[in-house]
């Protein structure tokens, strides 16, 4: 089936690193996502990556990706206050279409002094 | 700032009525989806559409129905409003169907239905 799982929630400390995971079921999928979305807000894309890639950096976003796990996992380096939002990891299965995708429930990321 | 509008920003149903929802695509993208997203849940898709079809659909009745226009904005229309249709809709955008990547976010219109 297709599911995408993430931990609920994650504290950190202002400057610290944040890692954000998640798990996905469709080992067809072919684009991963991570959004970010502010309190009453849409979903901003953050960043993508194709399933033949392992990693992306992005500025202060990393992006991996284990495959064989179906693991992908968002790191944030030198995490700030505006930062604190709900994250959200998506997969494309296959069988939708590239504009199907399938989200997580969200991790919320509260960034404390 | 992504380019996708969606009107009205919020609105207030009640149970039986019927909606309309609109969104205006990123300039060039030709194909545009929507998302039910519950509180405090990830957003659901709901059906997407390429060159004025609808050419894929998640788990919703037929209640919920659409349209895309020659200049590619789009409708969601919801018929015989239901409580649990309560929820933020969002609209998203894409350069053209079959290829990944950019899939650009509205900001959402939140239905309240009492």
């Known amino acids: 089936g297709e599911d995408v799982e993430q931990s609920l929630f994650l504290s950190v400390r202002e400057g610290d690193s944040s890692v954000i995971n998640c798990t996905y079921t469709?080992?067809?999928?072919?684009?991963l996502y991570w959004y970010k979305q502010e309190p009453g807000a849409g979903l901003q894309l953050l960043t993508y990556?194709?399933?033949?890639?392992d990693m992306k950096q992005d500025q202060r976003l990393t992006v991996l990706l284990n495959k064989k796990d179906k693991h992908l996992s968002l790191r944030i380096a030198d995490t700030q206050t505006g930062d604190s939002a709900i994250y959200f990891c998506a997969e494309t299965p296959v069988s939708g279409g590239y504009n199907k995708l399938i989200f997580g429930a969200g991790t919320r990321l509260a960034v404390h002094p | 700032e992504t380019g996708v509008t969606q009107s009205p920003t919020h609105l207030i149903k009640t149970r039986g009525q019927q909606v309309t929802l609109r969104c205006s695509s990123q300039?060039?993208?030709?194909?545009v989806s929507w998302y039910q997203q519950a509180l405090g849940q990830g957003p659901q898709f709901i059906f997407q559409y390429y060159r004025e079809e609808e050419n894929g659909r998640g788990n919703f009745p037929p209640r919920f129905s659409g349209l895309q226009f020659p200049n590619y904005s789009s409708e969601l229309n919801v018929n015989a409003l239901e409580l649990d249709d309560s929820a933020l809709y969002l609209c998203?955008?894409?350069?053209?169907?079959?290829?990944?990547?950019?899939?650009?976010f509205g900001e959402g219109s939140r239905l309240t239905v009492l």
């Open positions: 469709d080992s067809s999928s072919t684009y």
């Open positions: 300039s060039g993208h030709n194909t």
């Open positions: 998203a955008s894409s350069l053209e169907e079959g290829r990944g990547g950019e899939l650009f």
């Open positions: 990556i194709f399933s033949n890639m």
